[in-house]
């Protein structure tokens, strides 16, 4: 017997809240006091931001990464860093957040959307590769949603053609490809702090230099900090070219700190919760889960599916709406669009009233650019998972999309008495 979903008179599936609690305590306190008792905010004086990094860097083994106002500028300063610049075409994933992209416009260079796995959400290997062109100088590979993108095949094909590889981590946090975290594959994994990520500054964000160059280092720090070259004790201000002042304060490096000390938990949970998600709504009609190949572990910034509709009864709303209904909250699918319908890629107008630098390439952006990314956010629908959440929350929303899913499954209606 179908249960009467409780959008048409029914029970609910879930009565309770969901589990919430405080992300900031005593621990984020004691560390702002700390560093407004060293008397100055400024990361070269104080030693906030510099722990920040250590403890990042002993985190995710790497020697150099430098700190940042936001992600956005994290990924910004990864560009500079990596010398692109006028004229030059980046390859990325169009659906993502617009942080992923003004980095690469403020150079002056040219996105190029590559198409995405359709249950993974991660960036198609063959797509990047037919993307590529003489102008082609880097790839900002994006991990959407805690999922990894296949590494291996994306660093293959980077040393083929001799291009630089940022990654975008936002949204993955101690990610693991084959036991290796995100992040520390390519030449910059890039990192944000910002409110709503697994772990907040209220804004921040972390450039990781994997090269482990020295001089690397270097360029990548003053590319943060409007190219003054800072130190030890000598500052060189000579400036040879353009930097912006991306850096971060004492106070967001000291949340940072007692922050980084939980994200280890909050991502065990995370992936744990997914992943039980995963289990339980596999095989179900209509429902394709998020997808995690078995060499990744996935720490799940949100949780994913898509629907098959020819394989139900009810439209996408439909189905949202009545899972609303049971007590569930979701959404359907992630940003409004892929990002080049956009306006800004649709008049190709990055700076108020110019088509610059769109008009070096005369790059445009037409609908079916990406058709599985496109098809990806025409049958999503997402729902939020996260550490505060109980076992039951999770248990309760499986159950929820089950009794929907069966609900509008096709066939079954008539089978029923
Ligand atoms: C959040 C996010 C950014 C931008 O980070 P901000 O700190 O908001 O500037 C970039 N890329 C992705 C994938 C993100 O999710």
Redesign the pocket.
């Known amino acids: 017997m179908k249960e009467i979903l409780a959008i048409e008179g029914g029970q609910p599936v879930k009565t309770t809240p969901f589990g919430s609690g405080q992300r900031f305590g005593l621990e984020e306190a004691m560390q702002v006091l700390e560093a407004l008792q060293q008397n100055t905010l400024f990361y070269h004086f104080g030693n906030k931001v510099k722990t920040f990094l250590n403890d990042f860097n002993e985190l995710y083994g790497v020697s150099y990464s430098v700190a940042a106002s ?6 910004h300063i990864a560009m500079g860093a990596a010398g692109v610049t006028v004229g030059d075409e980046v390859i990325t994933s169009p659906i ?5 992209l003004i980095g690469i416009l403020y150079q002056n260079a040219i996105p190029v959307f590559a198409d995405l796995d359709p249950h993974t959400y991660g960036m198609d290997p063959a797509s990047i590769e037919a993307r590529i062109t003489e102008r082609t100088k880097a790839i900002v590979v ?1 991990h ?1 949603a805690g999922n990894a993108s296949d590494m291996d095949a994306i660093m293959d094909i980077a040393r083929r053609h001799k291009l630089k590889v940022i990654e ?1 981590c ?2 993955s946090y101690l990610t693991r490809y084959k036991g290796r975290l995100v992040g520390t594959f390519g030449d910059y994994g ?1 990192f ?3 409110d ?2 697994h772990i907040s500054t209220g ?3 972390i450039v990781t230099v994997n090269s482990g160059d020295e001089q690397d280092y270097r360029t990548t720090h003053a590319f943060a900090d409007k190219n003054f070259q800072r130190f030890e004790d000598a500052v060189r201000k000579e400036l040879h070219y353009l930097a912006p002042n991306y850096r971060m304060t004492e106070l967001q490096g000291a949340v940072g700190i007692a922050q980084l000390k939980k994200l280890p938990w909050i991502c065990s949970v995370r992936q744990r919760y997914g992943d039980q998600l995963t289990t339980e709504l596999r095989g179900l009609p209509g429902i394709a889960v998020h997808e995690v190949k078995p060499e990744i572990e996935c720490t799940y ?1 949100f949780y994913m599916l898509r629907l098959r509709l020819e394989e139900l009864t009810c439209t996408r709303e439909a189905f949202c709406a009545a899972l609303a209904a049971e007590g569930v909250p979701n959404m359907m699918g992630y940003i409004p669009a892929v990002m080049y319908k956009q306006p800004m890629f649709q008049k190709r107008q990055a700076y108020l009233g110019s088509h610059f630098p769109f008009e070096l390439t005369g790059a445009t952006y037409e609908e079916g650019l990406c058709p599985v990314a496109e098809d990806i956010l025409a049958t999503a629908v997402r729902l939020p998972i996260h550490e505060f959440y109980t076992p039951q929350d999770m248990a309760e929303t499986a159950a929820a999309i089950r009794k929907v899913a069966t609900y509008y499954a096709k066939g079954q209606a008539d089978a029923e008495p």
């Open positions: 936001s992600g956005t500028a994290a990924l993502t957040d617009q942080g992923t994006v959407l975008d936002a949204q890039c944000s702090t910002n709503f990520k804004d921040g964000g910034w």
